[in-house]
Nanobody
């Protein structure tokens, strides 16, 4: 029921930064539980950073201290990625959970390479 559109991916060198954005729309006024996931070729999709319905944040150990999730309102979220590493290369997906319904964006490619 929720439409999610990611943007901000691209090619960066190791140690560089990117900021991803996710715009959400639908017949709702707020989506407390939203976050970012990523999937690299040959690997399972994994959690990167999320907001819980209670307003707290969760981060994967691999990105803790480097990535920061934020929001400007209840439906739009962002992911600031600093000190990027080659292993961060993946398609990044925005996710929302509302009343038991999972929604996914189309994904945005992040490539970290020299």
């Amino acid at each position: 029921q929720v439409r999610l559109v990611e943007s901000g991916g691209g090619l960066v060198q190791p140690g560089g930064s990117l900021r991803l954005s996710c715009a959400a729309s639908g017949s709702i006024f707020s989506i407390p539980a939203m976050g970012w996931y990523r999937q690299a070729p040959g690997k399972q999709r994994e959690l990167v950073a999320t907001f819980t319905s209670g307003g707290s944040t969760n981060y994967a150990d691999s990105v803790k201290g480097r990535f920061t999730i934020s929001r400007d309102n209840a439906k739009n979220i962002f992911l600031q990625m600093n000190s990027l590493k080659p292993e961060d290369t993946a398609v990044y997906y925005c996710h929302a959970l509302l009343f038991g319904i999972n929604s996914w964006g189309q994904g945005t490619q992040v490539t970290v390479s020299s």
